[in-house]
């Protein structure tokens, strides 16, 4: 177990802003993922006659929070198998990791398009809480489906940044575990890790925060447990993020750096054409 920094929640009042990762999160996409992944790697082992069967472990081991074709190397590698790599340009229906990768895409975009998605009620409630008390806010995503997402809840607006895996991989910034995307939001909005919070709920995302120092990492136990977010080094864990927000009411708003949003509404971190997106390609656990 990673030894405790003994940082706690009530760094929140003097943070300067916080990163939230998205699926899990901020809204339930994850669920869907989850069936996308299963989906995929169900029919797939059975075509290639491969064991054990694709259970809701394996997507909690090998491929919650990773960039997607990272996913699917990891999963494959757990049975045994190896593929040659492709490109992000595979169709679908080749057995590449990229291809593969491509037909999980597809099959979470079809399952978005059915069900749509909802924010997690708590997490809008401290969303604004935080912007109340002058944080700002973004996105820290290894989905590439990030933006489709945000706009389907109908927040993409609410964000100042995003960084997801379109923006990861045009420019060659490392996924989670590594915690340079975390890293490069922060330098988006001109702040030091220090300066900022990182709000997760898998374990590759907690570990992104703790090895970046940010200056607090919350974890979110939706499928992890308090005890396994808190040993891949999480400061504190809830089950839902509403929890926090007695943290922001009951602080004396006065006492809130009168710095901590530096930016106006018209000075975004944005890269032309929409959030800190940058737009391209498709990759990340979405």
């Known amino acids: 177990m990673i030894a405790p920094r003994l940082r706690d929640v009530t760094q929140l009042t003097s943070s300067k802003a916080i990163l939230f990762d998205l699926d899990g999160v901020i809204t339930p ?7 996308a992944w299963a989906r995929l790697f169900t029919d797939y082992l059975a075509l290639k006659g491969v064991g054990p069967d694709y259970t809701d472990d394996d997507y909690l081991r090998y491929i919650d929070g990773k960039p997607r074709y990272d996913g ?16 992000p340009e595979d169709s679908p229906e080749l057995e590449t990791v990229c291809g593969l990768g491509n037909r999980k895409n597809d099959t ?12 997690y009620p708590g997490s809008v409630e401290f969303l604004n809480a935080a912007v109340e008390r002058g944080l700002r806010v973004a996105v820290v995503s290894s989905s590439r489906n990030a933006v489709p997402v945000l706009t389907a809840a109908g927040l993409l607006d609410r964000f100042e940044t995003v960084v997801d895996g379109l923006v990861a991989a045009k420019n060659g910034i490392a996924g989670k575990p590594a915690p340079d995307t975390y890293l490069y939001a922060a330098e988006l909005l001109g702040l030091t890790a220090a300066e900022c919070v990182v709000v997760e709920d898998a374990h590759s995302g907690v570990q992104a925060g703790r090895d970046g120092d940010f200056g607090l990492v919350i974890g979110v136990s939706r499928e992890a447990s308090h005890e396994e977010l808190m040993s891949s080094g999480a400061d504190t864990v809830v089950d839902d993020l509403a929890e926090l927000v007695p943290v922001f009411t009951n602080f004396d708003s006065t006492t809130v750096a009168s710095d901590s949003k530096t930016v106006a509404s018209d000075s975004k971190t944005v890269v032309p054409d929409s ?7 498709k990759e990340g656990n979405a």
């Open 108 to 119: 979470f975009n079809a399952e978005l398009t059915e069900t749509g998605v909802q924010a």
């Open 29 to 35: 996409t994850a669920e869907v993922h989850m069936r």
């Open 275 to 281: 959030k800190t997106v940058v737009p391209d390609s």
């Open 72 to 87: 699917v190397r990891s999963f494959l590698a757990s049975r045994g198998i190896t593929l040659e790599n492709g490109t």
